[in-house]
């Protein structure tokens, strides 16, 4: 099974649609991040959150928003989708305690949205 | 500005070494890693460096020189399999990542 799941994992929408991604978690790790990559861009940060009542803003926030359900679930919503969201989502884990005490983020397959 | 740069595409052939670089503007530098992602797939781990020097994993090995902000993923024995992008990102409190070096390994 799966560490880092993402639901759903393909989406086609429209314009001006609400759009929930999902993605959970059975790492037990507290640290879970939302990216999104577009091609020659990399991966971009949009939110982030450290434990289940902290969530932090990323590098492109605007025209998203997170929810932190619970340890193991993290989604990110879009509020009205506009076709230069047009990308690949990731969802990241990490645990600062873990290997090594790096903090490296292990990432979900990841959802490719697309607007039209 | 805050800035990671690395090719954009590398050529190499199967059983010879490749050298791919990174460099790295930071105002505040906590760890470097490589992760290797294949086309339509998540990046997965490789390595981390956060003190200068030579880190080596199997085939794969990366240095790091936070003076000259500037690493590099070397990969010897190169396989068909290695043929994926990869991707240098820099810990600064968060995690910003390079666009990506993609590699063809040609036989």
């Known amino acids: 099974d799966a560490d880092v799941t993402q639901t759903p994992r393909n989406r086609i929408t429209k314009t001006g649609k609400r759009i929930m991604l999902e993605c959970s978690q059975t790492?037990?790790?507290?640290?879970m991040y939302w990216y999104r990559q577009d091609p020659g861009l990399g991966l971009r940060l949009i939110y982030y959150?450290?434990?289940?009542?902290?969530?932090n803003k990323g590098e492109i926030s605007d025209g998203y928003s997170v929810s932190r359900q619970a340890q193991a679930k993290f989604s990110l919503s879009l509020e009205s989708a506009i076709p230069n969201q047009t990308a690949l989502y990731f969802c990241?884990?990490?645990?600062?305690?873990?290997?090594?005490?790096?903090?490296?983020?292990?990432f979900g397959p990841g959802t490719r949205l697309t607007v039209l | 500005g805050q800035n990671i740069d690395q090719p954009t595409e590398m050529t190499a052939t199967e059983g010879a070494i490749v050298q791919i670089n990174c460099t790295y503007q930071?105002?505040?530098?906590?760890?470097l890693f490589w992760y290797q992602q294949h086309a339509g797939e998540a990046p997965t781990f490789l390595s981390y460096?956060?003190?200068?020097g030579l880190e080596e994993k199997g085939r794969f090995s990366s240095f790091l020189s936070r003076s000259k902000g500037y690493s590099y993923l070397l990969l010897k024995e190169l396989q068909m399999k290695d043929s994926a992008s990869y991707l240098c990102?820099?810990?600064?409190?968060?995690?910003?990542f390079g666009a990506g070096t993609r590699l063809t390994v040609k036989p």
């Open positions: 990241a884990t990490s645990d600062p305690r873990g290997f090594l005490s790096t903090d490296t983020q292990y």
């Open positions: 790492k037990g790790h507290d640290r």
């Open positions: 959150s450290f434990d289940v009542k902290d969530i």
């Open positions: 930071t105002s505040g530098f906590n760890g």
């Open positions: 460096n956060v003190l200068d």
């Open positions: 990102a820099v810990r600064d409190g968060g995690m910003r």
